[in-house]
């Protein structure tokens, strides 16, 4: 299951993955709440060298079934969205609740896409023999004797 999970989320390999979830009651639906740890190899963006490090993030979403009055109204298929208020709830298929689904979701959401070692450093220095794209514009620039 790791390595499919793995390969969905965008990293090299995934080991050690741990998942404490809390499902109860809320409303119609229910409120799923939980956290995560494992840790990710991914291939670092600098160096291009594979690299591990752990990873963790926490789960909290409410889920209502459909056709429920509890779900938001949608005026014109926008849903106004705040910070300071908690996620609005997300409407249940069926009458499974998938865990693996919202692991792999809230998983995915926590890998960084620009992986980089934390000592990776960028260097570069343009070669003496490297001319410039820019070269011919400023040749055109410059004012052309007669």
Request: aromatic residues 6%; contains cysteine; charged residues 25%.
């Amino acid at each position: 299951m790791c390595s499919a999970l793995a390969r969905s989320v965008g990293v090299v390999s995934l080991t050690g993955l741990e998942a404490d979830f809390e499902v109860r009651p809320w409303l119609d639906g229910c409120e799923v709440k939980g956290r995560f740890r494992c840790e990710v190899t991914q291939i670092c963006g600098v160096s291009l060298e594979p690299f591990s490090q752990p990873l963790e993030g926490d789960i909290d979403l409410r889920l209502l079934p459909q056709g429920s009055p509890n779900l938001p109204a949608a005026e014109e298929g926008e849903l106004e969205v705040s910070l300071e208020t908690p996620d609005p709830p997300e409407t249940l298929d069926g009458d499974l609740i998938d865990l693996d689904a919202i692991l792999a979701e809230h998983l995915a959401l926590a890998v960084d896409p620009f992986p980089r070692r934390p000592d990776a450093v960028f260097s570069w220095s343009q070669e003496a023999g490297d001319v410039s794209p820019f070269a011919a514009l400023r040749n055109l620039t410059k004012p052309t004797q007669t």
